[in-house]
């Protein structure tokens, strides 16, 4: 069975500080990885997605992600913290049959310091 | 479109009712499937279906049953309910067979709790 590690239930980081939340996966073999977000109260949102073609991943609100299969990490990055980004952010992983549903990982609670 | 829709958004049952929770989208996936989120610990599959017709099991099916008798409509039934379901259970749809799908349009989500 396929898991996912999110490495920090909580990060905290400042205002125009880089984001760094960190995933890892076990799969034996690569499958497709997600970053979804999730503001209060609300459903997720698709950040960005893995699907084998390019490596780095560019993604919506200035985030992207970086597929090394070396190190089996799917990170989530931003060069520049907005208030706006504090939120609940998830990776998750499926299977390249794609009918077992996605695996998440924990999550990560991303905190924006003024 | 409308995307993923679920209903109720809020529901508050007490231990042995039964209730089922809807979902529809509009997109012609088909692929649905039924999550439940609990604190710290992600979003864990509940039920799945591939198409009108057929279901499957995921990580936690006990206690809830599924159908899939349209391509737009999965709804979730808790059969007894029990204060181990209080959760959030969120819908969601994708396209199947297609390399580089499988991307998973999300619900707003039920929040349930059972007293």
């Known amino acids: 069975a396929q898991s996912v590690t999110q490495l920090g239930s909580h990060v905290s980081v400042s205002e125009g500080a880089l984001v760094l939340l960190r995933c890892n996966y076990s799969?034996?073999?690569?499958?497709?990885l997600f970053w979804y977000v999730q503001y209060p109260n609300q459903g997720l949102q698709l950040l960005l997605k893995y699907t084998s073609a390019a490596t780095l991943v560019k993604g919506i609100n200035g985030f992207e992600a970086e597929f090394k299969k070396s190190e089996t990490s799917f990170h989530l990055t931003k060069p520049s913290a907005h208030m706006s980004d504090a939120a609940e952010y998830f990776c998750a992983v499926i299977n390249r049959g794609g009918a077992d549903g996605l695996t998440f990982g924990k999550g990560t609670h991303l905190i924006i310091q003024p | 479109n409308a995307g993923v829709t679920q209903t109720p958004k809020f529901q508050v049952l007490k231990t042995g009712q039964s209730m089922t929770l809807q979902c529809a989208q509009d997109?012609?996936?088909?692929?649905m499937s039924w999550y439940r989120q609990d604190p710290g610990m992600g979003l864990r599959l509940i039920h799945y279906s591939v198409g009108a017709g057929i279901t499957d099991q995921g990580e936690v099916p006990n206690g809830y049953n599924v159908s899939r008798s349209t391509t737009e409509d999965f709804p979730l039934r808790l059969l007894s309910a029990a204060p181990s379901q209080t959760s959030v259970y969120f819908c969601?749809?994708?396209?199947?067979?297609?390399?580089?799908?499988?991307?998973?349009?999300f619900g707003p989500g039920t929040r349930l709790t059972v007293t």
């Open positions: 969601a749809s994708s396209r199947t067979g297609t390399v580089g799908s499988y991307e998973q349009y």
């Open positions: 997109m012609n996936h088909e692929y």
């Open positions: 799969s034996s073999v690569p499958p497709y």
